[in-house]
């Protein structure tokens, strides 16, 4: 079986870094291909309870992707990954710095 932690680690990377490099003016195709990928990522995600929740999630408080712009991208999947950090007690992360973690690189 894969390794939840791994694998959860590698997928938010992945996931954060399409939202960061996806345009701040997507075309339709480009929002559809989003949207798609999400879709199929929240089916075929190899960890089954993983899986679910995030299915759940979209179905409820999250909703379908928002896939507008980069911002709203980026921000949708923080709020993503901050429903699993609270399900796993994990600290939240202030989506605020999105961009900063992600992007732009932390300024220190
Ligand atoms: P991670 O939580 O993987 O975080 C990696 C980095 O992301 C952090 O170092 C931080 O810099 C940054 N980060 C943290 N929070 C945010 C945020 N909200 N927005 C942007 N950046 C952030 N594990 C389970 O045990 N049970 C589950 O049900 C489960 N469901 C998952 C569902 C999905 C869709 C995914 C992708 C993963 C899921 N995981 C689940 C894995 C879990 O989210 C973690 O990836 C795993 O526990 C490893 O955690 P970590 O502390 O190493 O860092």
Same mark, same amino acid.
Request: one cysteine or more; glycine letters at 6%; a neutral charge.
């Given at each position: 079986?894969? +390794?939840?932690? #791994? ?25 559809? +291909? ?9 089916? #075929? ?13 979209? *179905? ?5 992707? /928002? ?9 949708? #999947? ?7 950090? *609270? /399900? #796993?007690? /994990?600290?939240?992360? +202030? ?12 300024? +220190?």
């Amino acid at each position: 079986p894969p +390794d939840v932690e #791994l694998l959860g680690r590698s997928s938010w990377t992945l996931l954060h870094s399409i939202a960061a490099t996806y345009p701040e003016k997507p075309s339709t195709q480009q929002q559809q +291909d989003a949207t798609t990928f999400i879709s199929s990522f929240s089916r #075929l995600y190899p960890c089954h309870w993983c899986a679910t929740d995030f299915q759940s999630w979209m *179905k409820g408080a999250g909703g379908a992707p /928002k896939v507008s712009s980069r911002q709203e991208f980026g921000q949708w #999947l923080c709020e993503a990954q901050n429903e699993v950090n *609270k /399900k #796993l007690g /994990k600290e939240e992360f +202030d989506c605020r710095k999105w961009e900063e973690r992600w992007r732009t690189g932390w300024k +220190d």
